[in-house]
C-alpha cells in the first residue's frame, strides 16, 4: 500500500511502479481501473487451506471464481488496485505468494501433475521442483532478468509437463542406479516458436542446482536488454547458435564449480495419509454417470490399491464455492492436497478405489463431475480479449463454442475425440499453447472491403512427447464463427483418413494441409457474411483493441 500511495502522490514514476507490481504478480488488463492479480503455485500442489484463501480473495476482491492457467498458477481477474495489498495478505496467512508470477523473474516452476503417483515416472520430481523453485524465490537475479525465465520438471521421457518449450526443462531418469535429469535449455512458445536444445542427455540429481544457477546468470548476461521481444533465452541461442551457446554455458559452470555452489537441500514432502475408504449404497447399481466418468478421467496409481481423479474445469474456470466445496472433500477421498494441471484442471491423488463412486457422487453434487478430461472436449484456452490487453479475439468463447460443437449429435462418439488435443489462443503469442496442439488455433482479423472480420489461423500436428517439441503446421485462417464447425469437420476428416492404429497426433502431424483445405471445403474459403463480423459470442461488431502488454514490461 506504500508504494501505491507513493505512486499516487507522483513520487514513483509509472515504469517505477509497473516494475514493483508486476514482480508481485499483479498484471494490468485490458481494463484500465482493474488488475489481474496471479497467485504462484508451484508445481500446482494446494491444499485446503489454500483452496479456501484463494476463495475468500474470489469472493471479497473479484468475480467469485479463479482461473487455472497453463503454468499450474490461479489467475483472479478484475481487482480494484486499492484491493490488491489485503487480497494478498489473505493468501499470505494460507502459504501462498504472488511473488514474481509476473515481470522479468523466474516464473513458477511447474511439474508434472501426477508425479507422485505416475506408474512411468523414473522417480517423484516434486521434492526437487520444490527445491528449484525454493533457490529463485525473491533470488538476486531474480527481480532484473532481461525478462521472464520458466523452468520445468517432468518424470518421466513423455515429458508431460512441456519441459522442450521452456527455458530449462528437467525430465527424470536414472542412470546405474543414480537419479538424475536429461536437461533441455532455450525452449519457448510465443510468435516465434522454437524447441529447446539438449543441454545434457544425463545430469546427476545434486547438479540440479547448478545447472539452473548457470543458465539464470547466462540469462541475466546475455539476454537483450534493449528489445524485450528478443528477450528470451531462446533469442540468446540465436544469437551464438548452439555451439557458442554450450561454451557460455560451461563458463558459467566452471564459475559456479569454482564458488563450490552447495547442492540444493530437498524438502520434505508432506507425508499425509491417504483417507480410508468412502462407499456408496450400490442397491441399484453404480451411479448414473460413473462408469463413463471413471473410463477419462481416471487413472490407477503405481501405488496398489490407489488411483488418482481428474476434475475437469471447463475453461480453467473453478467458483469461490466450488474451492470451498473441493477443500472439505480432498481429505474425505485423498490425502489432502490436489495439484493443478498445465492442462487447467485439477488432479486429485491418493483415492481409494474403492471410494471412486462415492467420490464421483460428491463431485457431481458440487457441479465437477464432467468427463473426457484429455479428449477434443477438454479445450485449453487462454483469457483472450476478455480481460487480455495483446488479445485480438475472445477465445474463451470460440473455445466454449468448440466443445458444444463437439457434443453435437453428428460428432459425438466419434473416435478422434478421445485423444485429440485442442488448444486456443486470442493471438499469437501462444499463452493457449496452440503451437503444441493436434489442433491449435490463434486469433488474427481479416480486412475485407473496409470491414474488419474476426479469424483465426489453424495449426495443426504440434506436440510435445519423448522426441522433443514440434510445432503444429499454419495451415489456413477461418471465420471465427466457422471455427467450431471447422473443428468438427477435422474430426470427421480423421475418423474418414486415419490408417489403422494410428493416432490423432500422428494423423495430424502427417496429413497433407490441401487435403485439408479441400474437406473444409466453404468453411474456409467462402468470404465472411456480414453477419460474421463480431465475434462469437459479442453482439456488436468486431473492433481489434489490442493494448500495451505487460508481458514484456
Not at 511439474?111 to 522417480?123: D, E, H, I
Not at 532455450?186 to 516458436?193: I, K, R, V
Request: hydrophobic letters at 40%; aromatic letters at 8%; glycine letters at 10%.
Amino acid at each position: 500500500m506504500q508504494k501505491l500511495e507513493a505512486f499516487e502522490r507522483g513520487e514513483l514514476t509509472p515504469d517505477q511502479f509497473r516494475t514493483f507490481r508486476l514482480l508481485r504478480g499483479v498484471y494490468g488488463q485490458r481494463q484500465s481501473d482493474v488488475q489481474m492479480i496471479r497467485v504462484k503455485i508451484p508445481f500446482g500442489r494446494i491444499g485446503p487451506d489454500q483452496m479456501v484463501a484463494l476463495a475468500d480473495v474470489a469472493d471479497r476482491y473479484s468475480r467469485g471464481f479463479g482461473h487455472v492457467t497453463t503454468r499450474q498458477n490461479v489467475q483472479l481477474h478484475f481487482v480494484k488496485l486499492s484491493d490488491s495489498e489485503a487480497a494478498q495478505r489473505r493468501l499470505d496467512e494460507a502459504g501462498l505468494t504472488t511473488r514474481e508470477a509476473c515481470g522479468n523473474s523466474v516464473r513458477t516452476v511447474t511439474a508434472c501433475a501426477q508425479a507422485a503417483v505416475c506408474a512411468g515416472a523414473a522417480f517423484d520430481v516434486s521434492p526437487y521442483a520444490e527445491a528449484i523453485t525454493r533457490h529463485f524465490l525473491r533470488h538476486p537475479l531474480s527481480s532484473s532478468l532481461p525478462r521472464k525465465f520458466k523452468i520445468a520438471f517432468s518424470g518421466c521421457d513423455t515429458d508431460c509437463a512441456f519441459g522442450a518449450i521452456h527455458d530449462v526443462g528437467f525430465i527424470a531418469k536414472v542412470k546405474d542406479g543414480q537419479r538424475g535429469f536429461k536437461v533441455f535449455a532455450a525452449g519457448g512458445l510465443s510468435t516465434t516458436p522454437q524447441a529447446a536444445l539438449v543441454l545434457h542427455d544425463f545430469v546427476p540429481a545434486g547438479e540440479m542446482g547448478r545447472v539452473g544457477e548457470a543458465l539464470v546468470r547466462m540469462f541475466h548476461a546475455l539476454g537483450n536488454r534493449d528489445n524485450k521481444a528478443r528477450a528470451r533465452l531462446k533469442y540468446v541461442l540465436r544469437k551464438l547458435g548452439e555451439e557458442g551457446f554450450r561454451a557460455k554455458y560451461q563458463e558459467q559452470r566452471a564459475a559456479i564449480d569454482a564458488e563450490a555452489f552447495a547442492e540444493l537441500t530437498l524438502p520434505e514432502q508432506p507425508d499425509n495419509a491417504p483417507a480410508p475408504p468412502v462407499s456408496l449404497p450400490l442397491a441399484g447399481g453404480q451411479p448414473e454417470g460413473y462408469l463413463a466418468w471413471r473410463s477419462t478421467n481416471v487413472i490407477g496409481q503405481r501405488q496398489e490399491g490407489y488411483a488418482a481423479a481428474y476434475v475437469r474445469l471447463f475453461l480453467g474456470d473453478i467458483t469461490s464455492a466450488q474451492l470451498r466445496q473441493l477443500a472439505e472433500l480432498v481429505p474425505r477421498f485423498g490425502d489432502g492436497t490436489v495439484r493443478l494441471t498445465v492442462d487447467q484442471n485439477i488432479l486429485i491423488p491418493w483415492v481409494d478405489k474403492r471410494s471412486l463412486p462415492a467420490l464421483y457422487v460428491a463431485l457431481r453434487e458440487i457441479g465437477l463431475s464432467l468427463g473426457d478430461v484429455h479428449t477434443a472436449l477438454d479445450v485449453t484456452s487462454c483469457p483472450g480479449a476478455e480481460s487480455c490487453n495483446l488479445a485480438v479475439t475472445s477465445s474463451r468463447n470460440v473455445s466454449r463454442a468448440i466443445a458444444e460443437r463437439l457434443a453435437g449429435a453428428d460428432v459425438a462418439g466419434a473416435s478422434g475425440l478421445a485423444g485429440t488435443t485442442i488448444k486456443v489462443s486470442g493471438c499469437p503469442n501462444s499463452c493457449g499453447q496452440h503451437h503444441v496442439a493436434d489442433i491449435g488455433w490463434h486469433g488474427a482479423a481479416k480486412h475485407v472491403k473496409g470491414t474488419t472480420f474476426p479469424m483465426y489461423q489453424l495449426h495443426l500436428g504440434g506436440g510435445v512427447d519423448g522426441n522433443g517439441a514440434r510445432f503444429g503446421r499454419q495451415v489456413v485462417k477461418v471465420v471465427a464463427r466457422r471455427v467450431p464447425d471447422a473443428v468438427a469437420v477435422l474430426v470427421k476428416l480423421f475418423e474418414s483418413d486415419h490408417a489403422e492404429g494410428e493416432t490423432p497426433a500422428t494423423f495430424f502431424q502427417r496429413v497433407d494441409p490441401k487435403r485439408v483445405v479441400a474437406a473444409l471445403g466453404d468453411v474456409a474459403a467462402a468470404a465472411p457474411m456480414p453477419e460474421e463480423q463480431s465475434d462469437i459470442g459479442e453482439a456488436t461488431g468486431f473492433h481489434v483493441a489490442i493494448g500495451a502488454g505487460e508481458c514484456a514490461a
